[in-house]
């Protein structure tokens, strides 16, 4: 692995190494365990705010090892740091804190490696989407809750898990065909069209699934800083790696980010992370303003926000889908918490493509549409599917978009 190479991965690692020293040291043993017992035997389904479950410090440390572990793995196959990359990691990263754990996601990639085998392909080629399928982590987790983690509810979690592991990459790769690249969160489509059948299944045979909606509604400033400290490394390294300059910042701003549009290819990886620092400033400007709370589900929605930065969002294709999003919750989001809003305006940003496309008003009407449907989404798949806002986004963009090509794109 070249100097370069190891300079991007330690550059990715940096974040949930230091939330990792945070946790250990912040947190006293006893309960960063009892904390991490919680967090593995809960259900996941959402929004589990691991910051209720187990605790700041416990929530803490099952992200970032999380996210270490997929780097660790992606280090060893000594894969070239890219946007996708970058977008599976922190999308581990930020839903280890609300539903993902360090047990219910291994069954995942245990099923991707069989479908490896079975196709005769090597792993590298879907580690990727592997770590993206794990959005259907919480069915694990509610099974073996189910059978109160006997030896056969166990047996059977893990069954489900490699079962869906195997067969959600060759889904999400057919589905891509219903929004044609206009969302960027593919697998919530295809995870959750899954997690609509699994939960029916579930529902059948009476396991029940109950969402969680307590969430902790407080500001953490330490976290607060921390995050102000990690998102100003991201530019101020991002600016001396480019040659100490902006440039190529007007041109990323020139994509639509429709997919596939890999940053780290058309501007560089330096680049890359100074859009990752703008985006986090403008996140926490977002949570300062508008829900001014630090707690899982909002972490969640802020990493996976700055995680697609390297793959297809920056901050002109963003903004109208925000704005859009929050003329919704004006509208019709009286008895809606600030929580489930706050998540829902990151999430929703995966349809960026759609505004940088077609531009700014039919960014806000997708953005606007987006909130609506997103709070009933829920009820399909019982919070079985992470990506909620994935599904409803996939929906959006699918009908939306031979519309706006109609009126925007003409018969070509």
């Known amino acids: 692995m070249t100097k370069e190479k190891k300079k991007e991965y330690l550059v990715i690692s940096f974040l949930p190494f230091i939330m990792l020293i945070y946790a250990i040291i912040f947190t006293n043993p006893f309960d960063l365990i009892k904390g991490m017992k919680h967090i593995l035997l809960s259900d996941g389904v959402l929004l589990t705010d691991y910051f209720i479950v187990g605790g700041k410090g416990a929530a803490m440390f099952n992200a970032s090892i999380v996210a270490l572990i997929n780097i660790f793995l992606l280090y060893k196959m000594d894969m070239k740091i890219n946007g996708l990359l970058i977008s599976g990691i922190y999308i581990m990263f930020g839903f280890a804190f609300m539903g993902k754990n360090l047990l219910n996601i291994i069954p995942f990639y245990l099923g991707a490696y069989a479908y490896t085998q079975f196709e005769k392909r090597s792993f590298k080629t879907v580690i990727a989407s592997c770590m993206f399928t794990t959005a259907l982590s919480p069915v694990v987790s509610s099974i073996s809750k189910a059978f109160n983690f ?140 508008m829900f001014p709370y630090i707690n899982g589900p909002i972490l969640s929605g802020l990493l996976t926000l700055i995680g697609f930065s390297g793959f297809g969002k920056h901050l002109k294709n963003v903004l109208p889908i925000i704005a859009g999003v929050s003329l919704s919750y004006i509208i019709f989001g009286k008895n809606i918490s600030l929580t489930s809003f706050a998540i829902t305006l990151f999430f929703s940003t995966c349809l960026a493509p759609i505004s940088g496309k077609f531009g700014i008003i039919p960014g806000i009407i997708v953005g606007f549409v987006n909130f609506c449907l997103v709070l009933n989404m829920g009820a399909l798949h019982g919070g079985l599917n992470l990506y909620n806002t994935g599904l409803s986004a996939g929906i959006v963009a699918s009908v939306s978009v031979p519309i706006l090509q109609l009126f925007y794109g003409g018969k070509k």
């Open 150 to 289: 006997s030896f056969f509810g166990i047996i059977l979690a893990i069954l489900a898990g490699f079962l869906m592991g195997f067969i959600v990459p060759a889904v999400s790769a057919h589905v891509i065909n219903f929004h044609n690249g206009y969302t960027l969160y593919n697998t919530g489509l295809g995870a959750g069209l899954i997690a609509i059948i699994i939960y029916a299944i579930l529902e059948e045979v009476g396991l029940e699934v109950t969402p969680n909606k307590t969430f902790v509604e407080k500001m953490d400033y330490s976290i607060l800083a921390l995050l102000i400290l990690v998102f100003s490394f991201y530019i101020i390294y991002g600016y001396y790696a480019n040659g100490h300059s902006f440039k190529n910042f007007g041109s990323l701003l020139m994509h639509s980010g429709r997919l596939v549009t890999d940053f780290t290819v058309t501007e560089g990886f330096p680049m890359v992370m100074i859009n990752m620092g703008i985006l986090g400033f403008i996140a926490l400007a977002l949570i300062f303003l």
